[in-house]
């Protein structure tokens, strides 16, 4: 067989690389010209564990090659982001975009694969829009929806070894894409039909986004009430059937802070629990702001002068280099709107510099702040000393 893939981000370059490690041609289309010309080379535009010697080995061998248009194959799979529009909307042009550029191509026994994360019914949209504008090819193409589900950081391993939910259109379409898979896909591939598999992707997050939204929730409560969370936390884990996540300053990336919108925005009086749950974790990163502001307040008013203020971490989660939908980079960003000749340290220990922000070095912002405030749990933070002489905002969980 080969490939044709829609897209070449952070699916769908390592997605490609492992196909083609597996002596399967894969014809890579982006629209950006530059990352097809870095691929070209052997050489990658996104920061991902080894990915980098996948696609340089790939290429080489010649079972990797990129461009701005696609070719003929005999499978071609959409990996094209699906952000959104205003009013928290879906935006599936790219899905459609992608589809349109292979449409004049496809053929007979071609098999579709959407993987973007995509709102329900999608696949059946895309059905129907291929069969109208090809209406020859009625009933003659396979069609399937599988999302990916891999952790950044990890994709290379998870890629591989991670379950699969795989969803046809009817019944040949999914048996028509596990066969697809198998041949690289070590975790388990599980049969269901595309509508079930586009909710499941959706599901999967937003279970995620409740559950640490539950844990927020009770770090605003703990506060009030005067009771350490994390210690409140670890205690009713203790009970075999409870096991709440961690609270932090809200909810990033680009998935888990999306994904439920996603149900939302299409069903938006019967997803009470996951419209709140966005709800609460955006929040979340608010009241921080706010508890910086009232601790700089309060140093003022006690010590007679401006606190020297150091923010710890801007990426969107621990031990990585991601500021992508940060809620630590919104709070740093509101913080300083704020500012009012205080002296400030911006600390990302993952990243050398950044084009707004000027980094000083974790360490040294600790030790010369008078407020030192933990906006991401890097591990490094954690060989600090925890200083009583300084006023220690910790949402995160560094000295839990
Ligand atoms: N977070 C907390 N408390 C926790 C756990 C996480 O506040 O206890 C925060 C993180 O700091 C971060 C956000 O949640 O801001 C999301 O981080 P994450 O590690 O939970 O997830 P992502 O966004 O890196 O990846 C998720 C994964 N989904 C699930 O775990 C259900 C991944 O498997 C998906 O493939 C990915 O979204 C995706 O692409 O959809």
Redesign the pocket.
Known sequence: ASVVMMGLGYIGLPTAALIAQNKTHVHGVDINPNVVETINKGEIHIIEPELDKAVADAVKDGYLRASVTPVEADVYLIVVPTPFKDKNEPDISFVEAATKAILPLLKEGDLYIIES?SPIGTTEKMMDFIYSERPELRDKLYIAYCP?????GNVMYELVHNDRVIGGVNEESTEKAVRFYTDFIQGELHKTNARTAEMCKLV??S??DVQ?AF?NELSLICDKAGINVWELINLANKHPRVNI????CG???H??AV?PYFIVADYPMESQIIGKAREINNYKSFWCAEKVKTAKLEFELKNGRKPRIALMGLA??PNIDDLRES?AKYIVQKVLQDANNEEYYIVEPNIESHKVFKLTDYKEAAEKADIVVFLVAHDEFKNLKYAEDKVILDFCGVFK
């Open positions: 994360t990916e589900r891999v952790l950044p999967e997050n279970s995620r640490i844990a996540l961690q609270p932090g909810v990033g990336g998935c888990i994904d969107f989660k809620p």
